[in-house]
Each structure stands twice: as C-alpha cells, then as structure tokens.
C-alpha cells in the first residue's frame, strides 16, 4: 500500500504547536502563582530556566538512546510527557507542603516532552520522500510560530471572559492537543534516516572542523531568536506603557506572527530561493532590527524593530538545521540532538546577555539591545563561511568511517 506521509506532516505540526504550548502557556502564569500560592517572582523566575535546562539534558540523550529504542516510541512518548505535564501542572502543586516543588516536577515533565519533539520532529520529516525538503522544513518550523501566538492571544481572551482563576480548565484543554497526537504518531508512516548503525556518532561529528560552524550557526539562530521574544514583552512595556496584557499581544506575540510568515513564505516559495542568501538576507536584517531597539529613542521604532526581527529570525533555525542536513547526509538523530542542543544553547545564552548587559547599565534595555548585535552578526559570517567554502562529500564520507 502506498504511505500517506501527509499523515506524518501532519503529526510533526501538531507536534511543534504541543511543544509551543509547554513553552510559553507557564509563563502567561507567572503572576497567578505568586499571588495564588505565594512563591516570589524571583522563584518563579527558574520556571524556563529548569525547562531549558532539562531540554539541553533531553537533547544529549537522544543522541544515544533514540536509535536504539526507535522513532515511534520515542516521538509518542513526547506526546505523552507534553501532555501529562501539562495535566500535572493542575493538581500537583495543591499535594506538595511546598507548591513550587509541584510546579516544578510538571514542568520537567512536560519539558522532556518538549525536548523529544525538538530532537524529533525534523529528523522525521527530512525522512519522508517530499521533494523540497528545506520549505518543508520551514513549513514545518512555522507552526510553532502560530502555535506560540495561538497560545498567548487564546489564553488572553480566556482570561478575561472566565477569568485567570480558570487556568487550569484551560491547561487541561491544552493538554488535549498532545493526547490526541499520541494517535497520530502511533498510526502515521515514519521512516529513518539512516539504517541501523550507519549514522554518524558525537565523536565523528565534532571531528569535522565545518561541524563547528554549524553548531555557532545554531547557537546564533537560537540567540538572535529568543534574544528579542524574551524580552519583547518587557521593551514593550517600558517603551509605550501599556498594560501587560496589551504588551503580551504587541511584542512576543506579534514577534511570533511575522517569524510564521517568515517560515510560511519560504515554505511556499522556497524551491525558488537560494537558502544560504536568504538566511545571509536574514541576518543582516535582523542586524537592523536590533540597531532599531536599540539606538532610537522613538517607542514606535523601537517597537516596529521588534516586531521586523520576527521575520528576520524566521529561516534561522529552521535554514540552519538544513544547511546541516544537506552538508552531513548521514548525520542521523546525533546531528538533530546536537544542533538542537545549539540553539538551546543559544537560547539561553543569549537573553540571559541582554539582561544582563541592561542590568549593568541601570536597566536600560536600549543598551541591553545594542548586546544582542553580536548573534546576527556572527551567523552572517558563519553562513559566508559555509558559503564560500563548501565542504566536499569525500571529507564528509572519510569523518563517517573514522
């Protein structure tokens, strides 16, 4: 019988708007916890840090144990952690003497579930038989853009027709999503990416010097990203004044609009585009964005800048992981777990550096800003690097048999 791989397109975006749904439906809670239970907000504030943190350990695991127990039951236990976490996450802190300790143990539940989706969502789909396999990867990376502004702009009109009380009604619906892909994952076709053994290991990949570039490639992909939608909201704030709900829906959501669009458009017409010359495009604006954050004192530039970034972001990590993916053919699950441990990495890494930069400067966010230059700057130079020096296969091939 012929394999109905639109099935498992359809599973793989599913499973991006699930991993959208763990990352930013906490955060939209921050506050509720502390005046609910009464953890301070510097507490609250290691919420994304152990979620982060447990996606990077997520990340270095996959690499050795997935090929062993297999996509399937890997990408449906995903599913399964997502939404149990989620489930979680409305009762557990009620059980402990301390609710932050209840907090905690759902977000590293539904966290391993995020972190199995990152690794395995694209390996899947750079399986299938599809014909252009960088717009289906951009495609693919987009709905995690609408999933992250269906989350913030759903959840805001939940709150304010039931009222923020009701969160956990919400986050049990939330958690529907990922049960209902369990089914999906289980029935659809998937296919490996490289037969049994064949893929390159840790050691193989760190042995070709071009690898590195594309690790920095990624670590820059995840920084310039998040750099600007972690702080979007708070730039926002202090640069028109508006309510936080208002600031939610005109910075990080809007940010994540236009970066689906961005990843929508080359979905759609990237068979005609040079992918390196898009991302070297990409990176330059980006540049511009974060020079309008942060040298113009005028609200609207500032906030016009943040919302361009998120086109400018847009084919940065989805475009890296297939410039990767075409340089190392037989990279396997060992080059997906690493990668997406780079732009954790850089995800991290990088708002962490515009916070800090701002804080040092009295907490101006402006300079805070001028910091976050470096990351699109950097992944020009690298994409050039990767441009003009392509690697030959018999490199490649000669690191595969090491």
């Given at each position: 019988m012929t394999k109905n791989y639109r099935r498992t397109?359809?599973?793989?975006?599913?499973?991006?708007?699930?991993?959208?749904?763990?990352?930013?439906f906490?955060?939209?809670?921050?506050?509720?916890?502390?005046?609910?239970?009464?953890?301070?907000?510097?507490?609250?504030?290691?919420?994304?840090?152990?979620?982060f943190?447990?996606?990077l350990v997520v990340d270095i695991l996959c690499g050795i144990f997935v090929d062993r127990i297999g996509y399937r039951k890997c990408v449906v236990a995903s599913e399964l952690f997502s939404g149990l976490g989620l489930i979680f996450l409305t009762f557990l802190p009620d059980l402990f003497p301390n609710p932050f300790a209840?907090?905690?143990?759902?977000?590293?539940?539904?966290?391993?579930?995020a972190g199995l989706i990152e690794v395995l969502v694209s390996p899947i789909v750079e399986a299938c038989p599809f014909e252009n396999k960088e717009a289906t990867m951009s495609l693919l990376h987009s709905f995690y853009c609408w999933g992250s502004a269906g989350v913030i702009m759903i959840s805001s009109v939940f709150f304010i027709f039931f009222g923020i009380e009701n969160w956990k009604i919400l986050a049990c619906l939330w958690a529907i999503i990922p049960m209902y892909n369990i089914f999906n994952f289980a029935t659809c076709p998937i296919e490996r990416l490289t037969?049994?053994?064949k893929g390159m290991t840790y050691l193989q990949l760190f042995g070709v010097p071009v690898f590195w570039i594309s690790v920095i490639l990624m670590i820059c992909?995840?920084?310039?990203?998040?750099?600007?939608?972690?702080?979007?909201?708070?730039?926002?704030?202090?640069?028109?004044?508006?309510?936080?709900?208002?600031?939610?829906?005109?910075?990080?959501?809007l940010f994540a609009i236009t970066m689906g669009i961005s990843r929508a458009i080359f979905g759609k017409f990237g068979e005609h585009m040079n992918?390196?010359?898009?991302?070297?495009?990409?990176?330059?604006?980006?540049?511009?964005?974060?020079?309008?954050?942060?040298?113009?004192?005028?609200?609207?530039?500032?906030?016009?800048?943040?919302?361009?970034?998120g086109f400018s972001v847009g084919i940065?990590?989805?475009?890296?992981?297939?410039?990767?993916?075409?340089?190392?053919?037989?990279?396997?699950?060992?080059?997906?777990?690493?990668?997406?441990?780079?732009?954790?990495?850089?995800?991290?890494?990088?708002?962490?550096?515009v916070g800090r930069i701002a804080e040092s400067s009295g907490n101006n966010m402006h300079r805070g800003m001028l910091a976050g230059c470096i990351f699109p700057v950097a992944l020009v130079i690298c994409v050039f690097i990767l441009k003009s020096r392509p690697v030959h296969s018999r490199t490649v091939e000669r690191n595969e048999r090491s």
């Amino acid at each position: 019988m012929t394999k109905n791989y639109r099935r498992t397109l359809i599973a793989c975006y599913l499973g991006s708007i699930t991993q959208a749904i763990t990352a930013n439906f906490a955060p939209l809670l921050f506050l509720s916890f502390h005046k609910t239970y009464g953890i301070s907000l510097g507490t609250i504030a290691l919420v994304p840090t152990v979620f982060f943190f447990t996606q990077l350990v997520v990340d270095i695991l996959c690499g050795i144990f997935v090929d062993r127990i297999g996509y399937r039951k890997c990408v449906v236990a995903s599913e399964l952690f997502s939404g149990l976490g989620l489930i979680f996450l409305t009762f557990l802190p009620d059980l402990f003497p301390n609710p932050f300790a209840g907090i905690i143990i759902a977000v590293i539940v539904y966290a391993i579930g995020a972190g199995l989706i990152e690794v395995l969502v694209s390996p899947i789909v750079e399986a299938c038989p599809f014909e252009n396999k960088e717009a289906t990867m951009s495609l693919l990376h987009s709905f995690y853009c609408w999933g992250s502004a269906g989350v913030i702009m759903i959840s805001s009109v939940f709150f304010i027709f039931f009222g923020i009380e009701n969160w956990k009604i919400l986050a049990c619906l939330w958690a529907i999503i990922p049960m209902y892909n369990i089914f999906n994952f289980a029935t659809c076709p998937i296919e490996r990416l490289t037969e049994d053994g064949k893929g390159m290991t840790y050691l193989q990949l760190f042995g070709v010097p071009v690898f590195w570039i594309s690790v920095i490639l990624m670590i820059c992909a995840g920084a310039s990203e998040l750099s600007m939608a972690q702080w979007a909201s708070a730039y926002a704030e202090s640069a028109l004044g508006l309510s936080k709900t208002v600031c939610d829906l005109a910075g990080p959501c809007l940010f994540a609009i236009t970066m689906g669009i961005s990843r929508a458009i080359f979905g759609k017409f990237g068979e005609h585009m040079n992918l390196k010359n898009f991302m070297m495009g990409s990176g330059i604006l980006c540049l511009c964005c974060y020079l309008m954050a942060s040298l113009f004192e005028s609200p609207a530039i500032g906030l016009a800048g943040c919302i361009m970034c998120g086109f400018s972001v847009g084919i940065m990590w989805p475009g890296s992981i297939s410039i990767s993916s075409r340089t190392f053919p037989s990279g396997g699950t060992a080059m997906f777990a690493l990668l997406a441990m780079a732009g954790d990495l850089g995800g991290s890494l990088g708002p962490a550096l515009v916070g800090r930069i701002a804080e040092s400067s009295g907490n101006n966010m402006h300079r805070g800003m001028l910091a976050g230059c470096i990351f699109p700057v950097a992944l020009v130079i690298c994409v050039f690097i990767l441009k003009s020096r392509p690697v030959h296969s018999r490199t490649v091939e000669r690191n595969e048999r090491s």
